[in-house]
């Protein structure tokens, strides 16, 4: 069974930064892709950023957060990140990190729901103007 215990949430101005981190548990086979999601009110959960085990640790992200967010594991310790900069109030939304046994090749799946197959609890990020 894999747990994912999301933490780093919070309130920022906009152009600010917050890093969010995933602790993991589990089997490492169970989490060969990880990534993060996020939903707004009244909105559709979307990927913001995956990140996979094997090939290197390739990383995908949403067109919308490119050259902002830097997703990155520590596998050891069994950790997930994603490093928000120059936030924005459209990046307001409950963050989730979620994890799943497929592994990424290639990429076009990387924002897939349905192929995570375990989720966290959320941690909030308020993004004011």
């Known amino acids: 069974q894999v747990q994912l215990v999301e933490s780093g949430g919070g309130s920022v101005q906009a152009g600010g930064s917050l890093r969010l981190s995933c602790a993991a548990s589990?089997?490492?086979?169970?989490?060969?892709?990880m990534a993060w999601f996020r939903q707004a009110p009244g909105k559709d959960r979307e990927g913001v950023a995956a990140?996979?085990?094997?090939?290197?640790?390739?990383?995908y992200y949403a067109d919308s957060v490119k050259g902002r967010f830097i997703i990155s594991q520590d596998t050891p310790k069994n950790t997930l990140t994603l490093e928000m900069n120059s936030l924005k109030p459209e990046d307001t939304a409950m963050y989730y990190c979620?994890?799943?046994?497929?592994?990424?090749?290639?990429?076009?799946?990387?924002?897939?729901?349905?192929?995570?197959?375990?989720w966290g609890q959320g941690t909030q990020v308020t993004v004011s103007s």
């Open positions: 589990g089997n490492s086979y169970t989490r060969r892709r």
């Open positions: 990140i996979g085990s094997t090939g290197g640790g390739s990383t």
């Open positions: 979620a994890a799943g046994p497929s592994p990424l090749y290639g990429g076009d799946s990387w924002d897939y729901k349905a192929l995570y197959f375990y």
